[in-house]
Nanobody
Framework: QVQLVESGGGLVQAGGSLRLSCAASGRTFSSYAMGWFRQAPGRVREFVAAISWSGGITYFADSVKGRFTISRDNVKNTVYLQMNSLKTEDTAVYYC????????????????WGQGTQVTVSS
């Protein structure tokens, strides 16, 4: 079993930046993709970004392209989401997830999930 713990969320003004971290522990094996999803109040959970094991393949939602960057450190079993130029529309609970299959944007393919971290962007 894999446990995922997100950190780095908080309150930030529009235009500011935050970096989220997600550390995996437990039975973490090689060759897994990691992704970020978010859920705003009153909305369904949506895809944000994902990265392959090697880091060679990344995907971003159209709403965050050019503003967010995803990266990973496999020695630390950690994935990061650097969020720049934050907008009020980015306010949500952010979840990280692990997929032992191919990297992708479909939340149904991911095998393990963290508990989420709150990001609030004020105007």
């Amino acid at each position: 079993q894999v446990q995922l713990v997100e950190s780095g969320g908080g309150l930030v003004q529009a235009g500011g930046s935050l970096r989220l971290s997600c550390a995996a522990s437990g039975r973490t094996f090689s060759s897994y993709a990691m992704g970020w999803f978010r859920q705003a109040p009153g909305r369904v959970r949506e895809f944000v970004a994902a990265i392959s094991w090697s880091g060679g393949i990344t995907y971003f939602a159209d709403s965050v392209k050019g503003r967010f960057t995803i990266s990973r450190d496999n020695v630390k079993n950690t994935v990061y989401l650097q969020m720049n130029s934050l907008k009020t529309e980015d306010t949500a609970v952010y979840y990280c997830a692990v997929d032992y299959g191919r990297v992708g944007v479909d939340q149904k393919q991911y095998d393990y999930w963290g508990q989420g971290t709150q990001v609030t962007v004020s105007s």
